[in-house]
């Protein structure tokens, strides 16, 4: 398997909801993220954890959202990396 670099870069809570909004989501009163289209909270696809824009990382090269700690982070580089 060869060499993956990953390089995400820190962006602040205005600017996460703009690609949020490009992507078809929002954020509630409460700071959840929410699809536009169904109206429901965003669940992580790893913990299923609603995710706040507090803790959100949109990850390079895709439109996955996840609550960012070192869980998800690593169930995301084992799932889709490997």
Do not use: W
């Not at 965003?42 to 996955?64: C, H, K, M, Q, W």
């Amino acid at each position: 398997m060869g060499d993956t670099e990953i390089k995400f870069e820190k962006i602040g809570i205005e600017e996460r909801k703009v690609l949020l909004d490009i992507l078809g989501y929002e954020v509630n009163e409460d700071g959840i993220i929410i699809d536009k289209n169904t109206g429901e909270e965003y669940r992580d696809p790893i913990t299923g954890d609603v995710v706040f824009i507090e803790n959100a990382s949109i990850l390079p090269g895709s439109t996955v959202i996840i609550n960012t700690s070192e869980l998800t982070l690593s169930e995301y580089i084992t799932k889709y990396l490997e």
